[in-house]
């Protein structure tokens, strides 16, 4: 008899934890993603793209990493038989060229990073009204940053309702 009380005792308190982690749903959100998923930063980073100076920049880019691959290519194909002073002022050229890299890469991340700053704060005044209303009406109990997170389940990730709720407040 003793047995057949641990085994309801055991099921009693299963359904009764059960139901509390019903009550207490535990979910994931990556909110850099949901902001930046939503159309007000796809429109901003769109915007982006096809400003004249940030597409020269990318252009300017993308000529830099050519430039620098063509003079690699020519120092492995005819180094050897260079002076040590032609080898010097080759590889002068290619760090010139590396540093201006550098710096028109800085410039675009910088321009980039200026447009999602934008963005976050255009949103972040909708974000909670809109999150707290999600966590009423699914009947959240906790919200763990997803980035943090070994594993969850597509199930357990709210970041695309966020992400659609967003899109429709005003």
Do not use: C
Request: hydrophobic letters at 45%.
């Amino acid at each position: 008899m003793n047995i057949v009380k641990k085994i309801l005792l055991a099921a009693t308190f299963a359904a009764v934890s059960s139901g509390a982690m019903a009550a207490e749903k535990i979910v994931t959100l990556d909110m850099q993603a949901a902001m930046l998923g939503t159309d007000v930063a796809k429109k901003s980073v769109e915007d982006l793209q096809k400003n004249a100076e940030f597409t020269a920049l990318r252009a300017k880019v993308e000529s830099l990493v050519a430039d620098i691959k063509a003079l690699q290519e020519t120092a492995e194909k005819d180094g050897m038989t260079w002076s040590e002073d032609k080898l010097a002022e080759h590889r002068k050229k290619i760090e010139y060229l590396r540093a201006d890299y550098e710096l028109a890469t800085k410039k675009m991340q910088a321009e980039q990073q200026q447009v999602l700053q934008r963005v976050q704060q255009q949103l972040t005044p909708k974000v909670r009204p809109v999150l707290e209303k999600l966590i009423e009406e699914e009947k959240i109990g906790m919200i763990i940053n997803a980035q943090s997170v070994f594993h969850a389940d597509a199930d357990h990730d709210i970041t695309a309702k966020l992400i659609e709720r967003l899109n429709k407040a005003k």
